[in-house]
């Protein structure tokens, strides 16, 4: 019966942050990348499966369920009595959905899950068992944490795809401050000094704010500290999952470094009023000279150069984040899939996850979504090897750090995004002059309202 009331809890308040999974903007057109195919090759992958798989994902392409079924049509080839249903799920009613799901038992047999909804749909033990069902040694080690609960011995979730954020630069801007890529993004301090070189820069007679970041005003504001608070060895919580860190002196440097590049000016003020949307589309039109941006943005660039909006594509070069105190370390999203208890045809929809999550089919999803793969071999696929800039995204993969898969991480999330926003209210001068005592206090009534959410799950 317990288990019951925090499951309902869980829901109520995963509710008001089903948001941390998702981008806001519309999905992106697929980046051009070479040496692409629309299909992934053949291979052997007949089970002699029949009936019907119902799967649930969501707008992860601009064609997200016949995009989906062109990368599943070799396995539907191999088994011809077997059939997909695709339903496309909005994420701003994907949690109602998955937990509406979990707890009645009305469920689909697969369902694509954000990477931070792992821990909790996995607490309300409706998700099959997998961990005896697929390889899990043919995946990139950072993208394994967000295969189940933390502390369980069972695997309940396939990863399906991954997406980190990199150093996107103006190579003109670089060239004209005499800032080197190579070496002046390396450390937190390089990277501080390159940033006052570049503020202001002009290039075609307009000056460019150093960097654009959104702020309070964003969905994605805790993503945008994770990296800062992972570099300086923070942790959001203790190890086993049962203790909120985020008010270490660790993951209190981070705070601090990356939230005083705006006080120092270093930050593009009215970009911190700004949406990710809005930042995105700013860097894309030439506005700042460094933002840090997912692998999406690539097919922006793309777009622009090829509608002749812009050709700004080849002035950008992008470079990994920089090497905090305690190392690089970077943030780690994406989605999973999963399938459910109920599902009547359990052994076809194990099947269909282990297909997905191998090279050739994680290499087509790529090219279509945008997103990266987490099988580790697709990453030596020369769409992403040999381009300029998914290789970056390529070798930050080896830094990237995924949240806590912990039952209460959906409010802990929704409390991590109210704290921080008062961290940037108080930068901003919002409350009155800048107060390093007044973030730590935001930080600490975070770290006291996790703590009791995580105490309901124990």
């Known amino acids: 019966m317990l288990k019951k009331v925090i499951t309902f809890f869980l829901i109520l308040s995963f509710l008001f942050s089903f948001a941390a999974c998702k981008k806001e903007t519309k999905e992106p057109e697929p980046p051009v990348l070479p040496n692409s195919s629309k299909q992934p090759q053949e291979k052997a992958i007949s089970g002699g499966y029949s009936g ?7 707008p992860n392409s601009s064609s997200p369920e016949q995009d989906l079924l062109n990368v599943c049509k070799p396995f539907l080839n191999a088994n011809p009595e077997l059939t997909i249903t695709t339903t496309v799920v909005d994420w701003g009613a994907a949690w109602r959905k998955l937990t509406a799901a979990a707890t009645t038992g009305d ?210 070069g992008v470079a990994l984040i920089p090497e905090g105190p305690a190392g690089r370390k970077a943030f780690l999203g994406g989605s999973t899939i999963s399938v459910f208890k109920s599902s009547k045809n359990k052994e076809a929809s194990i099947a269909l996850c282990d297909y997905l999550s191998d090279k050739e089919a994680q290499i087509a999803y790529a090219k279509i979504t945008g997103n990266l793969p987490t099988n580790k071999e697709a990453y030596e696929d020369p769409s992403i090897s040999d381009h300029k800039f998914l290789k970056v995204f390529k070798e930050q993969m080896k830094y990237a750090k995924a949240y806590p898969s912990i039952a209460s991480w959906g409010p802990a999330e929704n409390y991590l995004k109210e704290g921080l926003t008062k961290i940037w209210d108080n930068v901003m001068g919002i409350n009155g002059a800048y107060d390093y005592e007044v973030t730590k206090k935001a930080v600490d009534e975070i770290a006291e309202k996790i703590n009791s959410v995580i105490e309901e799950t124990e």
Request: hydrophobic share 40%; glycine share 8%; with cysteine.
């Open 52 to 58: 019907n798989i119902k799967i649930w994902i969501m």
């Open 107 to 316: 469920a689909p047999d697969i369902a694509q899950l954000g990477t931070s909804w792992v821990g909790a749909i996995s607490y309300m033990d409706a998700l099959e068992d997998l961990t005896h069902h697929i390889d899990w040694s043919k995946f990139q080690e950072s993208v394994l944490d967000t295969t189940g609960l933390l502390g369980s011995d069972k695997k309940t979730a396939v990863p399906w795809f991954a997406e980190t954020r990199v150093i996107f630069y103006r190579k003109d801007a670089c060239e004209r401050a005499g800032v080197n890529p190579e070496t002046d993004f390396a450390t937190w301090d390089k990277f501080k000094e390159a940033l006052r070189k570049l503020n202001n820069i002009e290039i075609d007679g307009v000056r460019l704010p150093a960097l654009g970041m959104p702020g309070k005003n964003d969905w994605n504001v805790l993503h945008n500290f994770a990296p800062w608070i992972y570099g300086a060895g923070g942790e959001f919580t203790s190890e086993d999952g049962k203790e909120v860190k985020i008010n270490s002196p660790e993951a209190l440097q981070g705070i601090k470094f990356y939230s005083e590049l705006a006080l120092e000016g270093l930050m593009d003020r009215a970009s911190l009023e700004k949406s990710t949307n809005d930042v995105e589309a700013a860097f894309a039109n030439g506005a700042y000279a460094v933002s840090i941006l997912g692998p999406w943005n690539i097919a922006t660039l793309e777009k622009n150069k090829n509608d002749g909006v812009n050709d700004l594509i080849d002035k950008i």
